[in-house]
């Protein structure tokens, strides 16, 4: 359903001493959004682990985890739920920097520890991108609900994909060729996903930015409120 951005959003009086605060935050935490989505890509099956592609894009997944952790604990002064992201993404970071620029134990206690911590690190990630989501819904409930549900859509996507590429490694047993398949659709839908977020964070952070504008009862919609793609729901 086609959805009116041009009106002139709700501005319900307990954000207004905050939104200078949130726009400046959510604009950063978009900007860190553009590594997530280059290194999602660059990890992909479509490059080797041990190509030059593939290690920028570990770089770029650590950058994007350390500081979307740090700003995340910035915003949790206004929403609780954003602390726990913070902390979440912090912890997945710390992880994915060792793994991927320390020596891998090969025996040992240690050794038999990593699969363990992958996978609580890709609990962890996966926890921490529904708080966010979750928070980003929160704070626009009374400013723009339509793009507050279009935040809890864009979960319901990334769950959708983030699971389709879990199934994938147990077709491994039954269909390789069907696997791969599978994993292909999952990360390029999943690609699809982090453009979507990239989009929804740069509508929603130009929504506190341009707080005072848009209250003005006859400004034009500031840039940023205008009509975005949706997600199909």
């Known amino acids: 359903m086609a959805e009116n951005f041009d009106t002139v959003p709700l501005h319900p009086e307990r954000w207004t001493d905050k939104a200078p605060f949130l726009g400046q935050w959510l604009w950063v935490l978009f900007w860190l959004a553009v590594p997530q989505a280059m290194a999602s890509l660059l990890m992909s099956s479509l490059f080797s682990s041990q190509s030059l592609p593939y290690l920028l ?15 995340l604990l910035k915003l949790s002064s206004v929403l609780a739920c954003y602390r726990l992201a913070g902390i979440c993404c912090l912890l997945c970071g710390a992880v994915n920097a060792a793994f991927s620029f320390l020596p891998t134990p090969t025996d040992g206690f240690l050794a038999s520890l990593i699969p363990m911590i992958s996978v609580a690190s890709g609990l962890l990630l996966l926890l921490a991108e529904y708080l966010e989501y979750k928070g980003h819904s929160q704070l626009l409930e009374e400013v723009d609900p339509a793009l507050s549900q279009k935040w809890s859509i864009l979960w319901k996507w990334y769950i959708t994909c983030y699971l389709a590429m879990i199934g994938s490694v147990l077709l491994l047993l039954l269909s390789p060729a069907f696997a791969l398949m599978v994993s292909l ?29 848009a209250a003005q009862p006859q400004a034009e919609p500031c840039e940023g409120s205008r009509d975005t793609p949706d997600i199909p729901q």
């Open 57 to 71: 894009g570990q770089i770029l997944q650590v950058v994007y985890l350390l500081g979307c952790g740090l700003v």
């Open 185 to 213: 659709t999952a990360m390029v839908l999943l690609v699809a996903v982090l453009v979507f977020k990239l989009v929804y964070l740069y509508r929603t952070a130009m929504v506190f930015r341009c707080w005072e504008f």
